[in-house]
């Protein structure tokens, strides 16, 4: 039914509405214009490769946006499936049209478990990343007397989200502390080893944090939970659609993950794995209607009426990342990074809290800028520079975060280098 709908229709909706001059107006026409071909040889063709996936984003060719740790880009064929998808719905609203996206949404369930390398009984459809982190801290039958252990390098939605419901549930947060810059696998491993006792439930840490990018040990660590009878959260939300992730080899009892992130579309989606030997744990937060077809989702995932289109997008979105290639895909976000790392080393001042060992990170790097004033700059930069990167504020490694991913080019992290040299010796003022 929606791919019924020509393009001249939606031509002609918008016209009634009086919003035809949308359609003279080049950012629109950028973003409705059909996808250029990717270069064949994927990338063993090199930059030639890259910018022919550059195409495949919205985004003007002047705007180097390396901000992937916070929100990345759709994808054209995310945008075109959301839309096609959003249009199918509104255009006929009745149950007997929308039924056919219930097996659309199971396929995008398939696709995320192909890509996680696990089952798709394993798998739910969430919002985002808070949402599946707080599903397995509400779900859990927790009670006094239980211990949960968290890196303090958390997102509030797995670290203060822990401490809130210990008010509520009575069980205690026990804190591993961070450690910059990152000291090594062996470090983190003893920590955790150290933190678990005999009352420990649950141990959780950030796959990748979004402060400084430290790349913590998933599998060593969910193998001492095993070992120690206890349960992992892994918070993917760094790692997901950036790192080369299996599941099957990291062996978690629970990983969450956001769509907009790294996987670049769309908004408002996400994931949470949950292990088959933990889901007789795992508690569900939400009993409404329209649960999933398969496994776990029939009991965890009746979460009411969702934005179906947005699911399906998710598939495109991991079809997209697949074809590019998922080593190669990490490969260049993390080249990108070393470059920075790199360069960022050749301007004084610059105090990089990120690992330089490619090992201990992966694409997210932060650093202060000297003396310079970091919302300053990081304003100078978007408004005059036309560089989109994030400021880290308060005092925990404050200054700025720049997360390039493989729509970003060599060129852009030049730019950036530049024109952070061009401030930092005063030869721009602020
Ligand atoms: C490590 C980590 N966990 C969780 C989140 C929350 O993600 P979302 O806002 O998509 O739920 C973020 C967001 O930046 C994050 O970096």
């Known amino acids: 039914m929606a ?17 035809a001059a949308l359609f003279s107006d080049p950012a629109w026409a950028a973003q409705t214009a059909a996808a250029p071909a990717l270069t064949p040889g994927g990338a063993s063709a090199g930059e030639a490769f890259w910018t022919s996936v550059r195409a495949q984003f919205v985004m003007p060719p002047d705007l180097a946006v390396m901000n992937a740790a916070n929100l990345c880009p759709s994808s054209r064929a995310v945008l075109d499936t959301l839309t096609r998808e959003t ?14 996206l219930y097996p659309e949404k199971e396929k995008t369930r398939e696709a ?3 890509f996680l390398r696990v089952t798709p009984d394993e798998i739910i459809i969430t919002r985002n990343t808070s949402e599946s982190n707080n599903l397995v801290s509400s779900g859990l039958d927790l009670k006094a007397g239980d211990e949960v252990i968290v890196h303090e390098d958390n997102h509030p939605s797995n670290l203060n ?13 026990i804190t591993v502390p961070q450690v910059n810059p990152h000291p090594g696998v062996a470090h983190y491993l003893d920590a955790y080893a150290r933190a678990i006792t005999p009352r420990t439930k649950v ?26 009878g206890v349960l992992s959260l892994v918070d993917g939300a760094q790692s997901f659609g950036l790192l080369d992730v299996d599941l099957w080899a990291i062996r978690p009892d629970f990983y969450s993950g956001s769509a907009h992130k ?22 569900p937060s939400i009993y409404s209607a329209y649960p999933g077809a398969v496994g776990f989702s029939r009991t965890f995932e009746g979460f009411g009426q969702r934005d179906e289109a947005t699911m399906i997008a998710l598939s495109a979105a991991l079809k997209f990342q697949t074809t590019v290639g998922r080593v190669e895909i990490e490969t260049r976000a993390r080249s990108l990074a070393t470059q920075l790392l790199e360069g960022l080393r050749r301007i004084p001042g610059m105090q990089v809290w990120t690992s330089f060992d490619a090992r201990r990170r992966a694409a997210v790097v932060s650093f202060a ?15 005059r520079d036309r560089i989109a990167i994030t400021t880290r504020g308060g005092s925990d490694r404050p200054g700025l975060r720049v997360s390039p991913h493989f729509y970003n080019t060599p060129a852009e992290v030049d730019r950036l280098l530049t024109a952070l040299s061009r401030y930092a010796s005063g030869a721009s003022q602020l």
């Open 369 to 383: 800028p000297g003396t310079l004033n970091a919302p300053k700059l990081a304003t100078a930069l978007y408004e």
């Open 112 to 114: 995320l478990a192909r």
């Open 3 to 19: 791919n019924a709908v020509s393009r001249r229709s939606f031509a002609r909706l918008f016209a009634l509405g009086g919003s």
């Open 203 to 228: 141990i959780t840490f950030t796959h990748v944090s979004s402060t400084v990018g430290d790349l913590m040990p998933a599998a060593e660590l969910c193998a001492l939970a095993r070992e120690r």
């Open 161 to 173: 989200a822990w401490r809130e419901k210990a008010k509520r549930f009575g069980f205690t947060v």
């Open 262 to 283: 790294w996987p670049c579309g769309a908004r408002e989606c996400g994931v949470l794995y949950v292990n088959k030997t933990a889901q007789d744990r795992l508690w």
């Open 87 to 100: 249009r199918g719905v509104d255009l006929d609203p009745s149950p007997n049209n929308r039924a056919r």
